[in-house]
């Protein structure tokens, strides 16, 4: 199973674009790499999925490098709303561990 | 709303008591989760349903006992517990195991 790493906390002021970086340098190659949002006391939610180059969707972007040991969830324009703990979980080869989540990064965003 | 629901969404116990949790979903997902998220804490993998059988159990105290009748439905009974024990416990589904998961809003556990 795949292990990531991201920032503990980060900090942003709305309106700006916030990018999120996951390390993952032991990815499988039929490894997916899926980020959630998480607000206070409430369950995840699935933000994006990808496999390689860059996915887009109506919430964010995933850009993920040719070698796929990393990705960047990318955040336009944010808004207080934002405000959560973003999860990036790198998995899908069949093992129902690939939900496993790591301690996720705590974005702030400030007026 | 996520197609995932939970009940209770709170709920407070004794030590010696034995309460259950359920967690429905009407998805048409063959896989079902159960976690554990304490305060400030990430969550924490507890149990795995795929395909109404248990796939996972990551050395769960035995206090905590999970049944999994039909593809739609998942329990967690709780017996004996601990107050270290209180936490937001969430389920969640999946139509595969390495597809988008719903997460239900959890219930709000507090172990007295």
């Known amino acids: 199973l795949a292990k990531t790493t991201q920032p503990i906390s980060m900090d942003s002021y709305e309106g700006q674009e916030v990018n999120i970086t996951c390390s993952h340098n032991?990815?499988?190659?039929?490894?997916?790499i899926t980020w959630y949002q998480q607000f206070p006391s409430q369950g995840p939610r699935f933000i994006i999925q990808g496999y390689k180059t860059k996915v887009t969707n109506e919430v964010a972007s995933l850009f993920i490098p040719a070698d796929r040991k990393s990705s960047t969830l990318s955040l336009p324009r944010v808004s207080l709303s934002d405000t959560a703990v973003y999860y990036c979980l790198v998995g899908g080869s069949g093992s129902a561990r690939q939900l496993t989540f790591g301690s996720g990064t705590q974005l702030t965003v400030l007026p | 709303e996520t197609g995932v629901t939970q009940t209770p969404r709170h709920l407070v116990m004794g030590m010696t008591n034995k309460k259950s949790l359920k967690c429905e979903q009407h998805l048409g997902h063959n896989a079902m989760y159960w976690y554990k998220q304490s305060a400030k804490k990430p969550l924490e993998l507890m149990f795995v349903?795929?395909?109404?059988?248990?796939?996972e159990n990551n050395s769960v105290p035995s206090r905590f006992s999970p049944e999994c009748p039909n593809s739609s439905h998942l329990f967690l009974h709780l017996h004996t517990l601990q107050p270290e024990d209180s936490a937001l416990y969430l389920c969640a589904s999946t139509y595969s195991v390495n597809t988008e998961a719903f997460f239900g809003q959890g219930t709000r556990l507090t172990v007295v």
């Open positions: 349903y795929s395909l109404e059988e248990r796939v």
């Open positions: 032991n990815i499988a190659t039929n490894d997916y």
